[in-house]
């Protein structure tokens, strides 16, 4: 059975960064596609980021160009990090595990999940 446990979550000033972990137990993960999702108290789940096997990239809208995500395949972990930030990034961010690849920007399209780690931006 697939694990995913992320880290890094926490209280930053807005214009302050982060950098969340994801470390993936069982199956194989460097075929798997992994996504970054948000989810913000009263709000449906979005998509923040996903990297494929072959470590091409995917953003979403509101977070191109502040946010990077990456892979390290030895570790079994994916990372997302966050620059820039502000509140409206405040959220409870998920990472996503997927082994059949499609757009990779959809919930549905992964399998497996994490608990999930807070991120408030606020001073």
């Known amino acids: 059975q697939v694990r995913l446990v992320e880290s890094g979550g926490g209280l930053v000033p807005p214009g302050g960064s982060l950098r969340l972990s994801c470390v993936v137990s069982g199956g194989s993960f460097e075929d798997y596609g992994m996504g970054w999702f948000r989810q913000a108290p009263g709000k449906g789940r979005e998509f923040v980021a996903a990297?494929?096997?072959?470590?091409?990239?995917f953003y979403g809208d509101s977070v191109k160009g502040r946010f990077t995500v990456s892979r390290d395949n030895a570790k079994n972990t994916v990372f997302l990090q966050m620059d820039s930030l502000s509140p409206e990034d405040t959220a409870v961010y998920y990472c996503?595990?997927?082994?059949?690849?499609?757009?990779?920007?959809?919930?549905?399209?992964?399998?497996?999940w994490g608990q999930g780690t807070q991120v408030t931006v606020s001073s």
């Open positions: 990297i494929n096997w072959n470590r091409i990239t």
């Open positions: 996503a595990a997927a082994t059949l690849i499609g757009t990779m920007s959809s919930a549905h399209e992964y399998e497996s």
